[in-house]
């Protein structure tokens, strides 16, 4: 069977164009919603992936109405072909029910993750050539040296609880935790 997927962001824009396209490709059924690509959650594709069958066919209008990115893509194709079914992007004349569209799509598996390693990559240089200049990343400590000279002198002297040392620096009971 031949299933559609439609999908815009915002009630504004109109499915239309997508569903007639997808019932001249033969889709039997079409899932459409409307809502950002970038969502986590999208009930009509949720319930399209959970009624999928072996030899069903995903077909959509252009790849980006199924995802935003690449790697959002593969995630969901993956999915697809896990239940036993293909994908099909009309605009772009990819179809996984056949050797060349399975091809394609590999390319397209193997350019994202090669740009997932290269932004590691420039990730980690990034990181390493601020250290080299003396920039340290995360979040600035919560107390000074010397404020944390107190703590300690608070805590191993006055005996102070861990509570009312908190309190009296205005941080949390974990950060004078690690102090001490």
Same mark, same amino acid.
């Given at each position: 069977?031949?299933?559609?997927?439609? !999908?815009?962001?915002?009630?504004?824009?109109? =499915?239309? $164009?997508?569903?007639? +396209?997808?019932?001249?490709? &033969? /889709?039997?059924?079409?899932?459409?919603?409307?809502?950002?690509?970038?969502?986590?959650?999208?009930?009509?594709?949720?319930?399209?992936?959970?009624?999928?069958?072996?030899?069903?066919?995903?077909?959509?209008t252009k790849y980006d !109405?199924?995802?935003?990115?690449?790697?959002? =893509?593969? $995630?969901?194709?993956? +999915?697809?072909?896990?239940? &036993? /079914?293909?994908?099909?992007?009309?605009?772009?004349?990819?179809?996984?029910?056949?050797?060349?569209?399975?091809?394609?799509?590999?390319?397209?598996?193997?350019?994202?993750?090669?740009?997932?390693a290269r932004i590691v990559?420039?990730?980690?240089?990034?990181?390493?050539?601020?250290?080299?200049?003396?920039?340290?990343?995360?979040?600035?400590?919560?107390?000074?040296?010397?404020?944390?000279?107190?703590?300690?002198?608070?805590?191993?002297?006055?005996?102070?609880?861990?509570?009312?040392?908190?309190?009296?620096?205005?941080?949390?009971?974990?950060?004078?935790?690690?102090?001490?």
């Amino acid at each position: 069977m031949i299933l559609g997927y439609a !999908r815009v962001s915002t009630r504004d824009q109109n =499915l239309d $164009g997508q569903r007639d +396209a997808l019932a001249a490709a &033969g /889709a039997e059924r079409i899932f459409a919603d409307t809502i950002t690509g970038t969502a986590r959650t999208r009930p009509e594709l949720d319930r399209l992936l959970s009624e999928l069958r072996p030899g069903d066919v995903v077909t959509v209008t252009k790849y980006d !109405r199924m995802a935003r990115s690449l790697p959002d =893509l593969l $995630g969901i194709v993956e +999915a697809i072909r896990g239940k &036993g /079914a293909g994908f099909r992007s009309l605009g772009e004349d990819i179809d996984t029910t056949t050797p060349a569209g399975k091809l394609v799509f590999h390319i397209f598996g193997s350019i994202a993750e090669f740009e997932r390693a290269r932004i590691v990559e420039r990730t980690k240089e990034g990181l390493e050539a601020a250290r080299k200049r003396g920039r340290v990343g995360g979040r600035p400590p919560a107390l000074s040296p010397a404020q944390r000279a107190e703590v300690k002198r608070m805590r191993d002297e006055e005996h102070r609880p861990i509570p009312e040392i908190a309190a009296l620096f205005k941080v949390s009971e974990k950060t004078i935790r690690r102090v001490v």
